[in-house]
């Protein structure tokens, strides 16, 4: 059987779906989504114009903080001392997005509801709550003002954001783990190309496999596992190569990782074979049938918007037990930001128990086959 083994992997890597779907195209998508994603981190957001009007007894500390924003290398904003009728008519035209009213106690007013007004709120708030702070400091401990005050200018040096496990948690880092999955789901190609060869009502090839001497078992099983085994070799490319060359933070166990894509990339080319091999449609349709529902698991999974999986889980919580591309994702979470084990073995076993089903409908399908003639 080994030469069998041998001469399918050939066959495949000649067929141009096989080799441009499973493995080019997720290679071109993650460096999209590198330089997408890069620009987006880098990006020099607009600073925020905004009024300023003195009333009396105008706080000058505040004044002061505004100042220093301004000054700052990364200007958070750009405030303009206006009168009040002037600040008005600019909100109103739109020429600022809000008015910093300071007086003893500095308010805010804005024209809407945006980033902008999030960051001139944020402004604000940070500097009330530092200075009610620094009261409660100065009124109970007198003698640390001075070491308070340096904490304050420097905790956000100090803080960063972390997951339970420990290891610095990035929000684009779910696009990627969803990349991962949809690699995986794309070897429905890979196991659908399978399925139609061992047909002989659908291909010529088939046709001419179906009446070797070679037995049907033999057959199947080394179709199986030449398709397991070069898929498996497809997200291994992708892993090094979202791990190695485009360094990202991959950083989990690599066994785990290894055990994912192993198991994954079964699952698509189980569920190819089982769509391949059942049902009288034609191969456009059963194409249109395997691309339908690789997007669908993909984008459930948070490979377009991560929100769609978070709502996805509060709302009908099922869906994300039985999507495969929901579990591979979440596999990889469990050992790069979670570092939850429980969690880890159960979306395997659920993924496998799933790959065995496909597996067992496919190889009964196409065992059961009979021609009249050939």
């Not at 898929?231 to 066994?255: P, S």
């Not at 596999?331 to 067992?360: Q, W």
């Amino acid at each position: 059987m080994l030469h069998l083994f041998y001469y399918h992997v050939i066959v495949k890597l000649r067929n141009f779906n096989t080799i441009f779907w499973p493995l080019v195209f997720p290679l071109i998508m993650a460096t999209l989504f590198y330089f997408a994603f890069g620009q987006m981190k880098e990006a020099d957001f607009e600073t925020v114009s905004v009024g300023i009007v003195k009333e009396e007894g105008a706080d000058s500390v505040f004044l002061t903080f505004l100042e220093e924003l301004e000054e700052s290398e990364e200007a958070l904003i750009k405030g303009t001392e206006m009168t009040d009728e002037q600040a008005s008519k600019a909100l109103e035209e739109k020429q600022v997005k809000g008015i910093f009213y300071v007086s003893e106690n500095p308010s805010l007013a804005v024209g809407g509801n945006g980033i902008s007004e999030s960051i001139l709120q944020s402004v604000l708030e940070s500097y009330l709550n530092g200075k009610q702070t620094l009261m409660r400091v100065m009124k109970e401990h007198p003698e640390g003002m001075l070491q308070a005050a340096e904490q304050m200018n420097s905790y956000e040096e100090a803080v960063w954001q972390t997951s339970l496990g420990g290891r610095t948690t990035d929000g684009n880092s779910q696009f990627f783990y969803a990349l991962v999955a949809m690699a995986c789901m794309y070897g429905v190609f890979i196991g659908f190309g399978s399925a139609i060869t061992l047909q002989a009502n659908i291909t010529p090839l088939a046709a001419r496999r179906s009446i070797t001497p070679t037995h049907k078992l033999a057959l199947i099983l080394s179709e199986m596992l030449s398709s397991f085994s070069l898929h498996f070799a497809n997200v291994i490319i992708l892993l090094v190569y979202l791990r190695y060359i485009l360094k990202l933070d991959f950083g989990g166990n690599t066994g785990r990782m290894l055990l994912i894509c192993l198991i994954g990339s079964m699952m698509g080319v189980a569920m190819g074979i089982v769509i391949g091999s059942i049902g009288r449609m034609g191969e456009s349709a059963k194409i249109g049938i395997l691309l339908g529902i690789s997007m669908v698991c993909s984008f459930l999974a948070g490979l377009m918007n991560t929100n769609v999986k978070n709502w996805v889980e509060q709302k009908a919580p099922f869906i994300n037990r039985i999507n495969p591309a929901a579990l591979i994702a979440d596999a990889f979470y469990c050992i790069n930001v979670y570092d939850d084990k429980e969690r880890y073995m159960r979306n395997l076993i659920t993924l496998s128990v799933m790959c065995v089903i496909c597996v067992g409908i496919s190889f009964w399908a196409v065992r059961r086959e009979r021609y009249d003639s050939i």
